[in-house]
């Protein structure tokens, strides 16, 4: 993670040195609104899609930072996160399968740089509302089913690349705070009977559109 961090890094200062100073934010005024729609690796190895999201923010007050470089600089949204997977295991004659809903808040900070790129970092709580079942794959009976909730804390970080005033693509990484690892319990059949829950309710890294209204 150091070498990836150290390697964006490197890539900003880079593109910096040779881009055209911002002058004013862009693309995170107060009262506007972003829309993101992102494809991400699911925090759990057994999972059998992607991570998928929709994020929400709205801007409430920009351009309250100045500078002789950037300009009137800096920018505060506020926002909803929502994503969705689906995982599921199977061994003998059962089959386990289980989904995922995230939902947070989220609060972030922007600092525009570079022309046409959006640089941001926040903070996320909320819960992440799950649900898991065994059944039998050939009889069709269900040995266990079960819903459960866990927090979610933690920061993201991010970046936009904005092709037009309205739409850009973007690529984030998000990190959770009260990341607890919890094994499957077992009987003496080998049926869970209490699911994976904990750990990292975020993708750790997604790409994906955004929208800006």
Not at 97 to 118: C, M, Q, T, Y
Not at 166 to 190: C, I, M, P, Q
Request: charged fraction near 15%; glycine fraction near 12%.
């Amino acid at each position: 993670m150091k070498k990836i961090l150290l390697l964006i890094a490197t890539a900003c200062l880079c593109v910096t040195a040779s881009a055209s100073n911002v002058e004013k934010i862009q693309f995170a005024n107060a009262g506007d609104m972003s829309l993101g729609l992102m494809v991400g690796i699911p925090p759990h190895h057994d999972a059998n899609m992607p991570m998928v999201s929709i994020d929400g923010m709205f801007g409430i007050k920009d351009g309250f930072i100045n500078t002789k470089t950037f300009g009137q600089n800096g920018a505060i949204d506020l926002g909803l996160y929502v994503g969705f997977c689906h995982y599921g295991e199977s061994f003998d004659n059962w089959k386990w399968a289980s989904w995922e809903l995230p939902i947070a808040f989220r609060g972030g900070f922007h600092w525009e740089f570079v022309k046409n790129l959006d640089v941001y970092a926040g903070f996320q709580g909320g819960v992440a509302i799950c649900h898991a079942m065994e059944k039998n794959k050939i009889t069709d009976d269900r040995y266990y089913s079960d819903g459960f909730a866990d927090g979610i804390f933690g920061m993201y970080l991010g970046a936009k690349w904005m092709f037009t005033e309205a739409f850009g693509v973007k690529l984030e990484y998000s990190g959770d705070w009260l990341t607890r690892y919890h094994e499957r319990e077992y009987d003496a059949h080998y049926h869970f009977v209490s699911p994976y829950y904990g750990g990292c309710n975020m993708p750790y890294l997604s790409a994906g559109v955004t929208f800006n209204f």
